[in-house]
């Protein structure tokens, strides 16, 4: 399970007594605190979140567009895979090429993949990290598990004290560090079974580069 905005927004408000002059900034506040969280998650354990989408080429160049919430494939096992003819996966990856090349593979422009050299029918499968939504209401949710209540509260009083320039930053910083490093250790423990907050989008799509 996970837990919303307003979950964190009662303990903190426990915590710091009166947050009334945090105003609208609660909610970036809260974005940019989720992406971080999110960003340590996959980057240990991408396969928490990998959703795939599948593509079907047989010409060169064939531009079509990528998924609404894509973010980038540039952890190990993301990608563009041909699929097998008998319709299974395999480990056939295509390769980052460039406008006009007429080798097997693709690039990335704009909010669209352009496949080329391919010029038989084939099922292309993506394999990809998706977009988290910004939290723009007190109903949304958090990546991280439920019991990572305590953690989260850390960040948020840490982003709190910045806002403010509050000199109990430093000391902050440090117990939330701490708290960091112990959230980790327990994903580095945990199976990889996890599914990410229903509502995805609101950021602009970004790409890496993938490793080939």
Same mark, same amino acid.
């Given at each position: 399970?996970?837990?919303?905005?307003?979950?964190?927004?009662?303990?903190?408000?426990?915590?710091?007594?009166?947050?009334?002059?945090?105003?609208?900034?609660?909610?970036?506040?809260?974005?940019?605190?989720?992406?971080?969280?999110?960003?340590?998650?996959?980057?240990l354990d991408v396969e928490r979140f990998v959703t795939t989408s599948t593509y079907t080429v047989s010409s060169s160049? &064939? %531009?079509?567009? #990528?998924?609404?919430?894509?973010?980038?494939?540039?952890?190990? +096992?993301?990608?563009?895979?041909?699929? !097998?003819?008998?319709?299974?996966? &395999? %480990?056939?990856? #295509?390769?980052?090429?460039?406008?006009?090349?007429?080798?097997? +593979?693709?690039?990335?422009?704009?909010? !669209?993949i352009v496949f080329t050299g391919i010029s038989t029918a084939k099922t292309i499968i993506l394999r990809y990290v998706?977009?988290?939504?910004?939290?723009?209401?007190?109903?949304?949710?958090?990546?991280?598990?439920?019991?990572?209540?305590?953690?989260?509260?850390?960040?948020?009083?840490?982003?709190?004290?910045?806002?403010?320039?509050?000199?109990?930053?430093?000391?902050?910083?440090?117990?939330?560090?701490?708290?960091?490093?112990?959230?980790?250790?327990?994903?580095?423990?945990?199976?990889s079974v996890f599914t990410l907050p229903s509502k995805l989008g609101g950021r602009s799509i970004s790409h890496n580069?993938?490793?080939?």
């Amino acid at each position: 399970m996970a837990f919303t905005l307003a979950t964190i927004q009662t303990r903190l408000e426990n915590r710091l007594k009166d947050i009334a002059d945090i105003g609208d900034i609660l909610f970036q506040n809260a974005t940019d605190l989720n992406q971080s969280l999110y960003k340590i998650m996959f980057e240990l354990d991408v396969e928490r979140f990998v959703t795939t989408s599948t593509y079907t080429v047989s010409s060169s160049p &064939s %531009t079509q567009a #990528l998924p609404v919430n894509f973010r980038d494939v540039s952890e190990a +096992g993301l990608g563009f895979f041909i699929q !097998n003819t008998d319709g299974t996966a &395999s %480990t056939n990856e #295509l390769r980052y090429t460039g406008y006009g090349s007429a080798d097997v +593979g693709y690039y990335i422009t704009g909010t !669209n993949i352009v496949f080329t050299g391919i010029s038989t029918a084939k099922t292309i499968i993506l394999r990809y990290v998706p977009v988290l939504a910004d939290i723009t209401s007190l109903d949304q949710f958090f990546v991280v598990p439920d019991e990572n209540k305590e953690l989260v509260l850390e960040g948020m009083v840490l982003h709190y004290y910045r806002n403010q320039e509050d000199p109990r930053e430093s000391d902050q910083d440090m117990r939330f560090a701490r708290a960091v490093e112990d959230f980790k250790d327990g994903l580095r423990k945990t199976p990889s079974v996890f599914t990410l907050p229903s509502k995805l989008g609101g950021r602009s799509i970004s790409h890496n580069i993938p490793r080939y």
